[in-house]
């Protein structure tokens, strides 16, 4: 059975910076893309950040941009979002996604930025 583990959340103060991190926990096969997820309270989740497998191509939502940087990390099967000037909005649970025949989630992990 494989699972995504994430790790690197937590309370951080505006303006602040956080690097959350998804290792995959087996054997992942036919993927195309890995990304980030969040979910903030009452609100639907939405799609933060993605990296296309076959060239490095990344797409980030309109909110975080120049903000926070996704990439693909050693082993492989790892992603990382690298988190910089961080607002009360970004607060969430955030998910680690990989995205192919199968869609594999995370756990999600709790990111508040408060003062």
């Known amino acids: 059975?494989?699972?995504l583990v994430e790790s690197g959340g937590g309370l951080v103060q505006p303006g602040g910076s956080l690097?959350?991190?998804c290792t995959a926990s087996g054997s992942i096969f036919s993927i195309y893309a890995m990304a980030w997820y969040r979910q903030a309270p009452g609100k639907q989740r939405e799609l933060v950040a993605r990296i296309f497998i076959s060239d490095g191509r990344t797409n980030y939502a309109d909110s975080v941009?120049?903000?926070f940087t996704i990439s693909r990390a050693n082993p492989k099967d790892t992603v990382s979002l690298?988190?910089?000037m961080l607002e009360t909005e970004d607060t969430g649970v955030y998910y680690c996604?990989?995205?192919g025949v199968v869609d594999y989630w995370g756990q999600g992990t709790q990111v508040t930025v408060s003062s």
């Open 1 to 3: 059975q494989v699972q």
């Open 19 to 21: 690097t959350l991190s």
């Open 65 to 67: 941009k120049g903000r």
């Open 82 to 84: 690298q988190m910089n």
């Open 97 to 99: 996604n990989f995205a």
